[in-house]
């Protein structure tokens, strides 16, 4: 049987729908969606089979993930890979490359950000004066890893002020490639500076 990609939360209906980004990945979001458009859509039998939740609530977890908490909708997104035993060769050298002598602090760094995602963590830069260092790559490999629950900042949207959109995010990354680099040097300041670690030379 088709999954059916509504959801009622309190009296409102939304869509699950994946939404492209200018980074070339996919986002899921929940769209309002109109009751009278889903019965002209699929018929009046088909509000039965919607889901129905008191509300939202975000608890991030990888290790044991529940969609809803309480009748409450999980908003936080399940990652679809498992870990599986095995070699782990390429990722390590990876992540040696990317944090060079700050190599355990890096891989304490993820392991917190995949055990423990509720934990408050510094904020990460990863600074290099050369080009072509695998910065871009990096943030690719963690969206490939955190799937949904990883956004970019893209130039508008940083110039925006945070909201709810980012909410249900263990991650709001930032590649400077998107950026004029005088301008996202003076807007980072508006971040938590006391919080940010620099990696890297």
Known sequence: ??????????????????????????????????????RQDHGKSY????????????????????????????????????????????SLNFVQHIFGTHFELGL?????????????????CLVSKERSTGKSTFLKWLKSIFENNMTYLTNDSFSSQFNADWANKL??????????????????KYLSTTNIKQVGG
């Open 1 to 38: 049987m088709k999954s059916i990609p509504y959801l009622r939360v309190g009296t409102s209906y939304y869509k699950k729908v994946k939404a492209p980004t200018i980074a070339g990945h996919f986002n899921e979001l929940l769209l309002p969606w109109s009751v009278e458009t889903i």
């Open 108 to 124: 304490d760094y993820l392991q917190l950000l995949y055990t423990k995602p509720v934990q408050t963590l510094p904020i990460l």
């Open 171 to 188: 991650l709001i990354c930032i590649d400077e490639v998107l950026f004029n680099k005088e301008e996202l040097t003076e807007r980072i």
């Open 47 to 90: 509000l039965s089979k919607i889901a129905k939740y008191d509300g939202f609530t975000c608890i991030p977890d990888h290790l044991n993930f529940k969609p809803v908490y309480y009748k409450f909708y999980n908003i936080y997104s399940p990652l679809s890979n498992i870990p599986m035993q095995g070699e782990l060769g390429f």
